[in-house]
């Protein structure tokens, strides 16, 4: 059974359309597929959401719908992963190695973590998929994805 780490980047892919929404509605509809991240998304993905909220992108009251359902699917759908302070003292490490932004680093050590049980990262960041590859890790971008 295939386990898909999603990080924010590929989350908010879920919640709001853009490039490679269909690729993560596929992942999420995958009833052989394991979904897991770290608790920290669920405050990205606030912070993410909202910051479309202030653009102009979503209504307030989409926002708050939208939380609602996230909410709901990350507590029924995914495996959520607490930080804990090997996270944070792997994730120092990793800023300095890969020059990471924090966020992707916290995620990156988590990902870590859990390496031996074969996870695939789903991000959009290209700067996290550089680093995660140098780690041994795979990783699967939506918005490149194209089927068969």
């Known amino acids: 059974m295939p386990l898909f780490y999603v990080d924010t980047s ?39 959401l909202d910051r479309k909220c202030q653009d102009g992108a979503l209504t307030r009251e989409g926002l708050t719908q939208i939380l609602a359902v996230a909410a709901q699917d990350l507590l029924a759908e995914f495996w959520l992963l607490e930080l804990d302070r090997a996270h944070i003292r792997r994730s120092q490490h990793l800023i300095l190695q890969h020059h990471l932004r924090t966020l992707d680093a916290l995620h990156l050590a988590v990902i870590l973590s859990i390496k031996e049980l074969h996870p695939v990262l789903v991000s959009a960041d290209a700067r996290l998929f550089q680093a995660a590859d140098r780690e041994g890790i795979e990783f699967f971008n939506p918005e490149t994805f194209r089927p068969a």
């Open 10 to 48: 590929a989350l908010v892919k879920r919640y709001h359309v853009e490039l490679g929404s269909d690729q993560v509605d596929r992942l999420f509809a995958d009833p052989a597929a394991s979904l897991v991240t770290a608790n920290l998304a669920i405050t990205e993905l606030t912070s993410a």
